[in-house]
C-alpha cells in the first residue's frame, strides 16, 4: 500500500451547507443590488432622457409583473435543472441583463424606444430575478434539516436586506 490510500480525509473546517449558504447571501447580496440599481440612477436617467415619473413607472411595472409571474416557473426551473445550474443561469444573466440595462436604451432614438428597451430589458431581469428565492429554497430542503431552516432564511433576508442598503453607495 503507498501513502495516498492510507491518507485518512481531513474534515472541513466549515461544513458544506454553510460554504453553500454563505454564496447563497452573496447571491442573495448580489440579487438586490442589480433589482435595485435603477431605482438610485431614476434622477440621472429622468434628466438624460427627459422621462416623467409616468415614464419611469413603465419600467418598474414591466420587472414587477415578471418578477411575480414567474414565481412558480423559476421554482420549477431550479427543480428541474438543480439549484446550481439553476442560480448559475440566472446569476449570469442578472450581470448580462444589467449590462444591457446601461447600453441598450443609447442606441434607440426616439423617447418611446428608449422606454421601450428599458422595460425589455427589466422584464428580462424580472424573469431571471424570480428563480432566485424558490431555488434558494430548494438548496436548503437539501442541505439542511427541516427544524434547521430558520438560520438559512435568516441569512438570505440578511443578504437581500444588506444589498438593498449598499445599492445607493455602489452606484452611486
Request: proline share 7%; glycine share 10%; hydrophobic share 55%.
Amino acid at each position: 500500500m503507498n501513502e495516498a490510500t492510507l491518507a485518512v480525509p481531513q474534515p472541513q473546517l466549515i461544513p458544506v451547507r454553510y460554504r453553500i449558504l454563505g454564496l447563497l447571501f452573496v447571491v442573495s447580496f448580489v440579487n438586490y443590488l442589480l433589482r435595485n440599481n435603477l431605482s438610485t440612477a431614476q434622477p440621472a436617467i429622468m434628466d438624460q432622457y427627459h422621462f416623467t415619473y409616468a415614464d419611469f413607472s413603465l419600467i418598474y411595472l414591466a420587472f414587477n409583473i415578471s418578477y411575480a409571474v414567474f414565481q412558480i416557473p423559476g421554482g420549477v426551473f431550479g427543480d428541474v435543472v438543480g439549484s446550481r445550474r439553476a442560480l448559475a443561469i440566472v446569476t449570469v444573466s442578472w450581470g448580462v441583463l444589467t449590462a444591457l440595462t446601461g447600453f441598450l436604451p443609447g442606441l434607440m432614438g426616439t423617447t418611446a424606444g428608449v422606454i421601450s428597451a428599458f422595460m425589455g430589458v427589466r422584464f428580462l431581469l424580472g424573469i431571471t430575478n424570480a428563480p432566485m428565492y424558490p431555488v434558494a429554497a430548494g438548496a436548503f430542503a437539501n442541505w439542511f434539516p427541516p427544524a434547521r431552516w430558520a438560520l438559512p432564511n435568516a441569512v438570505l433576508s440578511s443578504g437581500l436586506t444588506l444589498g438593498q442598503a449598499a445599492t445607493g453607495p455602489v452606484v452611486v
